[in-house]
């Protein structure tokens, strides 16, 4: 059983250190440019998920409320990749996208490399829940800096999946 208080201070460690980094191989910005303003302001929010399905579903429902990101973590042993994807995915599909919501996945077993940098936390399923229109507002304003001209293109492709692609305006 997941422990939320080492969770919380697992997933806030990788922020700081990786996620709000600025990194060589990606053009000298950091993976999210919006993440440690997110964090400092206090509207990240990190719970222990049940089902990737059903918690995302409610979330549909409920909305953000005063929250940018709302981290779902769950144990990547009882969520294994393939079955996790599905739930996230169908979600998507079903409850978050209408609703103008996003979850991104993360998950150890799908590793995710960006020139030669690996991406994910390491140690847990994530799903990242956001408003996919603030999203796409973000990703559209670092694309007219070019935040995304060092990411290789089959990985943007993946993340736009869902998304409206900033760099097609």
């Known amino acids: 059983m997941l422990d939320i208080n080492q969770v919380r201070a697992d997933i806030l460690d990788w922020s700081e250190t990786f996620v709000e980094r600025p990194h060589p191989a990606l053009g000298g910005w950091p993976p999210c440019p919006y993440a440690r303003q997110a964090r400092l302001s206090g509207t990240v929010d990190v719970v222990i998920g049940h089902n990737p399905y059903f918690d995302l579903k409610t979330r549909s429902q409920w909305g953000m409320g005063t929250h940018e990101v709302i981290i779902y973590v769950y144990d990547p042993v009882e969520w294994p990749y393939e079955h996790f994807h599905q739930h996230i995915e169908s979600a998507n599909q079903e409850w978050l996208l209408p609703a103008d919501l996003l979850a991104l996945e993360d998950h150890p077993a799908d590793a995710e490399i960006v020139n030669g940098v690996t991406m ?49 305006n």
Do not use: I, V
């Not at 390491?122 to 070019?146: E, F």
């Open 120 to 168: 994910n936390q390491g140690t847990y399923a994530l799903a990242l829940c956001q408003s996919r229109s603030k999203l796409d507002a973000a990703a559209a304003q670092m694309a007219s800096k070019g935040f995304y001209h060092a990411w290789p293109e089959s990985y943007l492709k993946l993340l736009f999946a869902n998304r409206k692609d900033p760099r097609q």
